[in-house]
């Protein structure tokens, strides 16, 4: 299969012919094959996504170890090479472009040529002699890209979630609860259909905020539930062809063990081999997500509009300057960014849609593109969410004069008074205020309408403002 040159390249061969390989390189020769058929995009596959498919190859080498499937030596050397790589080495071998083969077969190749050459080398053997230890035989052995690769996507999606979303969520809600605390007694003017509206507490704003995202939080989890249900154990169709009786069970356990996760194999393999509904759950809740998320950016930005002519409520800490061509300007930079990275999740979700509902029979030959951006949807909203928490919300400072003087001069005061004095009233208040520009409190006083005693109890902001007790809290 494998013949060394001392050329600075190796020769190997397959079902459809040889390629020269070059000899530091750890993948072989259908990874090449795939290299040459895939020059796309130049993106390679994302680490977690990497990560979760050397999991699986070491859980399943202890596995057909323990079953005495393949031998203990190469079992060995297979979980050394899996460890090696999760320990960080070898990372430039994994080559293969994200929009390549339908299924992720080349991928998948790439991953077992990898640990099949690096286990060669443990036992002290020469790369590409795969008699020796086979990336199809030994590696693979009771495995097909066709259940492995949804594993995979279900594993890097629950690593990214641990590892990256759920701490950036955790610390932007923690921060965002301080900002409450800080801003309770600030008043400002509250706006609906971006119009003049009652009053309302700045620090509720940033509460509202954080309690939103601890939702969030909950229907990513419950989305993410079915991701723990495995159909590894399933080979090429769904039946376990080549594997034996007491893998697919042994190696969902192996698996939890290794992630920390309450994995479990499914009730039906096939099943679980040919619906992506999990993915699209998945990524519908980040998407959900990244809609509130631009919500919460733009907030920002128009509270921050300014600094003459906008509302200038708040002060969004400036990171960079903001033109090329204007001096002093500082843009609102973070929240701008985060609406980008929202609006592509919110694309990678739809190609995810479209690619879940392409499957045939056996197959979803579009998983290397649900892969890509379920797993990508994932970490790039992490890590936006801690960037905007750390460069932004950390930072935030209230005007708090601005505020009062909006909340002071708002017509929808009036709002208040129509209980004491009637809507038409309330009305005939409001339209004199705002041709005349008197003030509220000083018509209803020249039309009697109220005493001046009640009328500032009405007009208390302070207490026009307060929330009830049960809205005061985000976890």
């Not at 086979?134 to 690593?159: E, F, K, M």
């Not at 759920?166 to 706006?191: C, H, M, T, W």
């Not at 008074?417 to 018509?443: D, M």
């Amino acid at each position: 299969m494998t013949e060394l040159t001392g050329l600075g390249y190796r020769i190997e061969r397959d079902s459809m012919g040889e390629l020269q390989i070059p000899d530091d390189a750890y993948y072989g020769i259908q990874t090449l094959r795939a290299i040459e058929n895939f020059p796309i995009s130049g993106i390679k596959p994302i680490p977690t996504y990497v990560d979760a498919c050397v999991l699986i190859k070491k859980a399943t080498a202890i596995a057909n170890g323990q079953l005495g499937c393949i031998p203990q030596d190469i079992s060995r050397a297979i979980v050394q090479a899996a460890d090696e790589v999760l320990n960080g080495k070898f990372r430039e071998q994994f080559v293969v472009d994200v929009y390549q083969a339908g299924a992720g077969t080349s991928h998948h190749m790439n991953v077992n040529e990898v640990l099949s050459n690096r286990a060669l080398e443990i036992l002290g053997d020469e790369k590409g002699n795969y008699k020796r230890v086979s990336p199809n035989d030994h590696v693979n052995y009771g495995q097909s890209t066709n259940d492995v690769i949804p594993t995979a996507i279900r594993i890097g999606a629950l690593l990214a979630l641990e590892h990256t979303l759920y701490p950036a969520l955790s610390s932007a809600i923690a921060a965002l609860d301080n900002k409450a605390s800080e801003f309770q007694d600030v008043v400002r003017s509250g706006r609906t259909h971006l119009q003049d509206a009652v009053p309302v507490r700045l620090g509720e704003n940033f509460r509202a905020w954080a309690q939103i995202l601890s939702d969030h939080i909950h229907r990513i989890e419950r989305a993410s539930e079915d991701l723990m249900v495995l159909g590894l154990g399933g080979s090429a169709a769904g039946t376990g062809l080549n594997t034996h009786p007491q893998y697919s069970s042994l190696v969902a356990q192996i698996l939890a063990e290794l992630i920390g996760q309450p994995l479990k194999p499914a009730p039906h393999l096939m099943a679980a081999m040919q619906s992506m509904a999990p993915f699209v759950s998945v990524s519908g809740s980040l998407r959900n997500l990244a809609q509130d998320c631009v919500k919460i950016s733009h907030d920002l930005r128009l509270m921050d509009s300014g600094p003459k002519t906008g509302f200038k409520e708040i002060q969004l800490p400036p990171v960079q300057p903001g033109s090329s061509i204007m001096p002093g300007k500082y843009n609102p930079v973070m929240a701008e960014m985060t609406s980008m990275v929202c609006f592509q999740v919110m694309g990678y979700d739809s190609a995810i849609v479209l690619a879940a509902q392409a499957g045939q029979l056996e197959l979803n030959v579009m998983m290397p593109l649900i892969a890509y951006n379920l797993i990508h949807s994932i970490e790039i909203l992490g890590n936006t969410i801690t960037a905007l928490t750390n460069r932004c919300i950390e930072g935030i400072t209230a005007n708090r004069d601005r505020c009062l003087s909006y909340a002071e001069g708002s017509l929808a005061l009036v709002t208040a008074l129509n209980p004491h004095i009637g809507y038409l009233n309330a009305a005939a208040v409001a339209k004199e205020s705002l041709l005349t520009g008197k003030s509220l409190r000083q018509i209803v006083l020249e039309r009697e309408l109220m005493s001046p005693e009640d009328l500032a109890q009405v007009l208390d902001l302070e207490q026009m403002s307060v929330l009830p007790d049960s809205s005061h809290s985000s976890s």
